[in-house]
């Protein structure tokens, strides 16, 4: 009860963060198909131990449910398992709270059900906001991690995927407010490419899809059993009302 207490109080705490930033640019479509696809998985889980799990934890989640698509636990010890040495271990991070705390001014949040919890209902899916979100850093120096990012205005969080990406910057121009000409807003217009990265535009916006979608079967692991699990109850119903509709047919043939 006391974990399940815990995950709701997470849960809870980014479903605000997440109306915090609700203000922003449309949240771009998050490829479903790299649900299915387990060298996806597989790539995401490795961008996750190699990047986020440095200061974000994932604290309901164990190494070895990694089996679920398709490493062995052979590979989970040589390639994922960094910060602990069992593979049942949850996955929980080294850096130090107050520390974290200190640097970027708050404790980054677990990340166990962040795709879930991100959800908006006017905007798209957690894995929606998660794409758009880690494709639209850019160099803030007004900020004190030097970054800044369009889906969530002012994050503390600086851009680990900076050297896949290269540097960027966000350009706006200045819209007058049609219903008070004194007050002027930004609108975003377009990125300028400071220094390059060591993917294309492309290949970066692959690489997040994977890690995306690695945080959104980590949010509920058993999603695909489920779904197919539906389907096949679906099918089992079809065939079961068509068997039952053929026996009413004969039982009542000769009744007139």
Request: aromatic share 12%; net charge positive.
């Amino acid at each position: 009860m006391k974990k399940l207490f815990a995950l709701l109080m997470i849960t809870l705490g980014l479903s605000g963060a997440a109306q915090a930033s609700g203000d922003g640019p449309p949240w771009d479509k998050f490829p479903k198909e790299k649900m299915s696809d387990v060298a996806a998985l597989q790539n995401g889980a490795k961008l996750f131990v190699n990047y986020c799990l440095n200061c974000h934890s994932a604290a309901y989640m164990r190494y070895n449910r990694l089996r679920d698509i398709g490493l062995s636990e052979a590979e989970i010890k040589k390639n994922l398992l960094f910060a602990t040495d069992k593979v049942g271990d949850t996955m929980k991070t080294s850096m130090d709270p107050k520390q974290a705390q200190s640097w970027f001014g708050a404790n980054p949040p677990d990340l166990t059900v962040i795709a879930r919890s991100r959800a908006d209902g006017a905007k798209g899916s957690g894995a929606d906001y998660l794409y758009t979100y880690m494709r639209t850093f850019y160099r803030d120096e007004g900020k004190a991690t030097g970054w800044n990012n369009l889906a969530f205005p002012s994050v503390a969080m600086p851009h680990v995927l900076w050297e896949l990406q290269g540097q960027r910057a966000a350009k706006f121009e200045e819209v007058a407010d049609p219903h008070d000409p004194s007050k002027v807003t930004h609108r975003f217009v377009g990125w300028e490419q400071l220094t390059p990265g060591k993917l294309t535009e492309r290949q970066y916006d692959d690489t997040v899809a994977d890690l995306v979608a690695y945080l959104q079967w980590m949010g509920e692991p058993a999603q695909g059993k489920r779904f197919q699990l539906g389907v096949i109850v679906l099918i089992f119903l079809g065939f079961l009302t068509l068997f039952a509709w053929r026996l009413n047919a004969a039982f009542w043939k000769d009744v007139k």
